[in-house]
């Protein structure tokens, strides 16, 4: 093959033609920041998609959480009626020590006033309160917090646990 002589510029090679051309083709061929340029049409057509993905999951969230907020609601109800059903049984107990141990049933009435006093505010604050609460807590007493967790967690065990065996009671089978 013989040499190549571009006859505008003169130049020997095909790379060096290559070469030359793109040095004197404008810069907006090649995708520059100028408006209008074919990256900035992607780039628009990019964030756009983006923004209606967002909508799009936002639309499909949104009942999502608030069926969530509904369910930790009635939780939230399920649990303060927990706690004052047993703060009413700390009362009667305190009842029938009342004879015998007058100390013991005052303190045990004063325990059962403060579950009643946590059951109340547990029906009566919001959930981002008590998540606030609960973690306010949780850093400033972590020791307190993580131990309530265990033995909350061992309490949900057993309740769980018994709630299983239920349907088997009385029937004479047992669930193993």
């Known amino acids: 093959m013989g040499d190549f002589t571009d006859k505008q510029t003169g130049m020997g090679s095909r790379d060096d033609v290559a070469m030359q051309r793109a040095a004197t083709t404008s810069p907006s061929?090649?995708?520059s920041d100028k408006p209008g340029t074919t990256a900035d049409t992607l780039r628009d057509?990019?964030?756009?998609a983006g923004t209606m993905l967002k909508d799009k999951a936002g639309r499909i969230a949104e009942p999502l959480r608030e069926d969530a907020r509904n369910l930790a609601e009635e939780g939230k109800k399920a649990g303060a009626d927990q706690v004052g059903g047993?703060?009413?049984?700390?009362?009667?107990?305190?009842?029938e020590?009342?004879?015998q141990l007058p100390q013991a049933a005052r303190f045990?009435?004063?325990?059962a006033a403060s579950i009643e006093r946590a059951s109340q505010a547990?029906?009566?604050?919001?959930?981002?309160?008590?998540?606030q609460s609960f973690g306010r807590f949780a850093r400033t007493q972590p020791a307190t917090f993580f131990g309530g967790a265990v033995v909350?967690?061992?309490?949900?065990?057993r309740f769980l646990k018994?709630?299983?065996?239920?349907?088997?009671?009385?029937?004479g089978q047992h669930h193993l």
């Open 29 to 31: 061929a090649f995708g």
């Open 45 to 48: 057509k990019a964030a756009e």
């Open 86 to 95: 047993m703060a009413e049984a700390m009362h009667k107990a305190a009842d």
């Open 97 to 99: 020590l009342e004879a």
């Open 108 to 111: 045990a009435h004063d325990a």
């Open 122 to 131: 547990l029906r009566e604050r919001s959930l981002d309160d008590l998540m």
């Open 152 to 157: 909350a967690g061992f309490a949900l065990s």
């Open 162 to 171: 018994s709630s299983a065996d239920a349907p088997y009671r009385g029937t």
